[in-house]
Each structure stands twice: as C-alpha cells, then as structure tokens.
C-alpha cells in the first residue's frame, strides 16, 4: 500500500499490512513455518542469487516478520528494515556491515547501561572499539572521529535520565566526517521522534518496549535511511566491495538504496542468525496498532509524574526534560515537541538506603527490569541494570546510587501519585 500521503496513525495500522494475499485474512497471519516450496529449480537458484526477492528460510525471511518490517520502516521513513531477537541484536546487526577488527565508533556516554557494556567490553572480542563521549560537547566528538571510526551511536531520548539528543548537530557532525550516525529510537519511538528526518542514517530499536508496548516479547529492528552513500570512501568495503561472503555481489551497486537492508538478512540474519520469531512479530504489530493512543497518555502522566515529585520535600531533584527545571527544557521543546517519554529518573533525600526501600514498599508500580509497558514499572538502577557500570559512568548515565527510574505506564496518574506518596513516607 503506498502510505506516504497517510498520516501517522494511519499508517501505524494500516502500513505494510494489506489483507493477506493467500486467504484474505484482515490480521496478519502468524506464518508459522521454517522454509517455502520453490516453484522449480530455477525459482529457487534465483531466490539464493537475489534477482528475484521471495521467501527461502525463516531464518532469513518470513511474512509476518516482513509485514512488521514494512510498517516499521514507513513510520521511520526508512528505505528497509530488517526485525531481529532482540534490542541488543539490533545494535550489533546495525554496526555488523560497517565493522572490523581494529575498527571503532564513537558513542554518547548516555546510554542504556546494558548496550554501555556491550560497547565497553562485549565488541572487544570481535576486535571493535568504542569511545564514549558527551554529544554535548560537539568539539569532543570531533576530536574522537579517527580514520579508523565507522559510526556514531546514540539514542535519541536517553536510558535511564531522558536526555533529549540534538540530532541534527550530531547528524552534521557524522556528515562531515563521512560517517553514518546511528540512532537508538527505543525510548521515543517513530511517534515522538523520527531521526531520518533529522539526518540519522540508520536507526535501532528494542522493539521490546513502547513499539509492543506491553511487556510480552523482545525483539529488535534496524531501520535504514537509504541516503548514505556506501561507495564514496573505501571504508565500508563489504557494502562498496565485492563481498566474499556472498559470491562476490557488490550490494551498493546491485541494490542501491536497499544496499544496507539486503546486507542485513542476505549476511546478518544468515550469518549470525538473530532472528525475529513470527510470533513475536505478531504481537508487535498488534502493539504498533495502538502506539499513536498509547505515547500521548505516557508523555502526559509522566509530565504529571514529575512535576508532583518535583514539589515534593522528600525528593531531591527529578530528571525528565519535560519540566522548565531541566537543562536541557528548551531543546526538548524544540526537537521533541510531542513529548519526551514515560521514563525519567529521581533522587531521594535519604540517598541509597530510600531508593531501595521505596522501591520495595511501591504497590502499583512493578519492580522489573523493563520499560515501556502499559504498566508503570520501576527499578533502582545502580544496583540492576547499570550495576556493571563503575561509579563514574553510572553517574554519568544517569544511574548514581540515590536515583531511581520510572517508567510510567498508562494507568491514571492519580493512582500512581498516591501510591508514590505513601513509598516515600514509608522510605523517609
Ligand atoms: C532495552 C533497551 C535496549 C536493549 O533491548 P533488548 O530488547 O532488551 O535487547 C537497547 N536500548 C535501549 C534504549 C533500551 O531501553
């Protein structure tokens, strides 16, 4: 269906999912099957060859993953997409075509705390290197580009304390240096924030969170602009070059703007083998359904949220861009005008001890390592998700010992502020 003169919540229901051409069904079947019969042998050496497009082995392709693929990439404007595992999956499946040993990105140092160890330490073993910077200071991120860095990766609203990402600048910064700029979406989604526009070549999502929306699946995509041009420098030989994994195919040239998306199932998905389960599309795409419904009543409790805690004697400070406090009120205002998210962060008085006992005396709120649900969720950070992290890049991200973050879900404020209220008389 061609959806570009559709608005946003249309598209979220209607984008790549036309009735099923085999039954008519009106949802999107859950093609739960490992491999398709070929036509004829000639069919089939086609399909390995890729001059004809079409369904071979669900490791690499399956139709119900396609059809989330397809409405994915048109709510980011992307060229292609190809859906993974995981959140994390996608990362490495991003950076896969664009990496080798000795190779390196450069990184903000506000990051969700489990991909700050996957860059720290897990790439190591793959011979990649990563420098973290704060995209704050532009001359910083410039200075960390060597002739050797093939990307720079950020998010655009940040895990856990909600920094909103100048994109553009950053974006114009990657420009200049011939590299692409890659950009986790996972806290804003398509619906708040659509980093193409601002000049992201690639983006990422754990599909795990808003994008499902209701705490059921993990999954991962990574969605491709279609605008970098992989053959203007010899730095990404196995989008420009003749690939030896793939009898020599040259994908820039082959595929043109599909060069990237093509790479990541025909070398990604085969090779690594990341796959995203029909299943799991299948509940994505029924979250995706309601996500234009869903992120306005985020972006609203958790304003509501925040600014009550804010008021309140027992809480320190409270990081969430959508208040005039925040350092960073006017660009979230500027590049994020509908809203920054459900999650943010607060310090307590009472430091470490509170944080933990407010976190064990909240009833409504779930204590899990999640984000994103209709549910409100919370987690003392410092001592689950970044725990791994040292005391500089906890505080850094956001994470110190007295901060604890909520992800707030789509219940009605009041309820959750009475229920914050008496966790914090129980934790003073
Ligand atoms: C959760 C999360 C990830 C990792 O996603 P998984 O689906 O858990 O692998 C990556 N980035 C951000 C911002 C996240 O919140």
Redesign the pocket.
């Known amino acids: 269906m061609m959806t570009d003169q559709l608005g946003f919540d249309t598209r979220a229901v209607h984008a790549g999912t036309p009735a099923d051409p085999a039954t008519g069904a009106r949802q999107v079947p859950i093609y739960q099957t490992t491999a398709y019969v070929f036509r004829d042998a000639e069919h089939a050496a086609n399909l390995f060859a890729l001059k004809e497009v079409g369904f071979i082995y669900s490791r690499l392709t399956n139709p119900t993953v396609g059809a989330l693929q397809a409405r994915i990439a048109d709510l980011e404007g992307g060229a292609g997409a190809v859906c993974c595992?995981?959140?994390?999956?996608?990362?490495i499946l991003a950076l896969f075509p664009l990496m080798g040993p000795g190779l390196n990105i450069v990184a903000s140092n506000r990051?969700?705390g489990?991909?700050i160890t996957q860059f720290s330490q897990s790439i190591k073993r793959f011979g990649w290197g990563c420098k973290f910077v704060d995209l704050d200071d532009p001359e910083a991120v410039k200075a960390a580009i060597d002739d050797d860095t093939r990307a720079i990766f950020c998010?655009s609203i940040?895990?856990p304390a909600g920094y909103p990402t100048d994109i553009p600048a950053i974006a114009a910064i990657a420009d200049a240096a011939g590299i692409p700029l890659i950009v986790?979406n996972?806290?804003a989604t398509p619906y708040l924030c659509r980093p193409i526009e601002m000049g992201a070549t690639l983006v990422?999502?754990?599909?795990?969170?808003y994008m499902t929306g209701n705490g059921t699946v993990?999954?991962?995509v990574v969605v491709d602009s279609g605008r970098f041009d992989w053959s203007a420098s010899d730095k990404f030989p196995s989008l420009s070059a003749p690939e030896p994994a793939y009898h020599g195919l040259q994908f820039h040239k082959a595929l043109g703007p599909m060069a990237f998306t093509f790479h990541g199932i025909a070398i990604g998905l085969r090779d690594l083998g990341m796959t995203m389960n029909p299943q799991g599309a299948h509940y994505t795409l029924m979250g995706i359904e309601t996500l234009a419904l869903r992120m306005p009543r985020h972006v609203e409790n958790a304003q509501k949220v925040a600014e009550w805690l804010e008021a309140d004697p027992r809480v320190t400070s409270v990081s969430h861009s959508g208040l005039a406090s925040s350092p960073w009120h006017d660009r979230a205002k500027r590049l994020y005008p509908k809203g920054v998210g459900g999650l943010f962060t607060f310090s307590l008085k009472g430091g470490y001890d509170a944080a933990v006992k407010l976190v064990g005396n909240l009833k409504l709120f779930s204590h899990v390592a999640?984000?994103?649900d209709a549910r409100s969720l919370v987690i003392h950070s410092a001592s689950t998700t970044h725990s791994q992290l040292s005391d500089e890049q906890k505080i850094a991200s956001g994470a110190g010992p007295d901060v604890v973050r909520l992800s707030i879900g789509v219940e009605d404020a009041d309820d959750l502020i009475a229920d914050l209220d008496q966790a914090l008389s129980a934790a003073s």
Do not use: I
């Open positions: 595992s995981s959140g994390h999956a996608a990362q990051l969700y489990g991909t998010e940040s895990n986790d996972t806290l990422v999502h754990s599909l795990t969170k993990t999954g991962g999640n984000l994103g």
